[in-house]
Nanobody, 127 residues
Framework: QVQLVESGGGLVQAGGSLRLSCAASGRTFSKYAMGWFRQAPGKEREFVTTIRWTTGVTYYADSVKGRFTISRDNAKNTVYLQMNNLKPEDTAVYYC????????????????????WGQGTQVTVSS
């Protein structure tokens, strides 16, 4: 059993910062990537950012480029999301997700590619 546990969400004013963490525990698995998605009320879950576990290469949605930074600590099996200059439109439940290594090409922007998910953490940005 694999568990992804997020922490760090909360309420912040526009222009503020938050740092999310996601720790993977349980059964050991080979990670291809870990990332973050978010879902605002009444909207579909959308890709935010992801990081390839071995190389550290990162990918961002255009809406968060220059404001959000993803990083990982391989030894701790943890991925972080530093969110700066937060905007009210960033308000959502943020979900951590992980992809198991596989042979076929992977579309890192696609929710269905991710094998494991956290329970989500609420981020609320007030104007």
């Amino acid at each position: 059993q694999v568990q992804l546990v997020e922490s760090g969400g909360g309420l912040v004013q526009a222009g503020g910062s938050l740092r999310l963490s996601c720790a993977a525990s349980g059964r050991t698995f080979s990670k291809y990537a870990m990332g973050w998605f978010r879902q605002a009320p009444g909207k579909e879950r959308e890709f935010v950012t992801t990081i390839r576990w071995t190389t550290g290469v990162t990918y961002y949605a255009d809406s968060v480029k220059g404001r959000f930074t993803i990083s990982r600590d391989n030894a701790k099996n943890t991925v972080y999301l530093q969110m700066n200059n937060l905007k009210p439109e960033d308000t959502a439940v943020y979900y951590c997700a992980a992809i198991v290594v596989r042979i076929r090409p992977i579309n890192l922007w696609t929710m269905g590619e991710y094998d494991y998910w956290g329970q989500g953490t609420q981020v609320t940005v007030s104007s």
